[in-house]
């Protein structure tokens, strides 16, 4: 199983700054994108970025879209090394516990969760 360490949470006033970062364990697949997700108290966890191996390719979630931006690190011989996800202009609504985690085309996981880092955004 692939191990995914995420940091980098914090607590922050409305319009900070955050950088997430989240270390890749060896084992992930190749080809796959990694996403980041998240998971507000109360509600389901939801995908807000992904990236995509080959290309860099980014997609967001209409909420983070234009505040968000995901970045990759893979080595030279193609082995995911780590993603991290810069958040600019934080609201109250981003605050959740974040993850992340090796997706497939449907967004589907195979691997187990991270502990994820806490992310509280006050107004």
């Known amino acids: 199983q692939v191990q995914f360490v995420e940091s980098g949470g914090g607590s922050v006033q409305a319009g900070g700054t955050l950088r997430l970062s989240c270390e890749i364990s060896?084992?992930?697949?190749?080809?796959?994108?990694m996403a980041w997700f998240r998971q507000a108290p109360g509600k389901d966890r939801e995908v807000v970025a992904r990236i995509y191996w080959n290309d860099d390719a980014t997609e967001y979630s209409d909420a983070v879209k234009g505040r968000f931006t995901m970045s990759s690190v893979i080595s030279s011989d193609g082995i995911w090394k780590s993603v991290s996800l810069q958040m600019n202009s934080l609201k109250p609504e981003d605050t959740a516990v974040y993850y992340c985690n090796q997706v497939d085309r449907n967004k589907s996981i195979w691997n187990s969760w991270g502990q994820g880092t806490q992310v509280t955004v006050s107004s």
């Open positions: 060896k084992g992930a697949l190749s080809g796959y994108p």
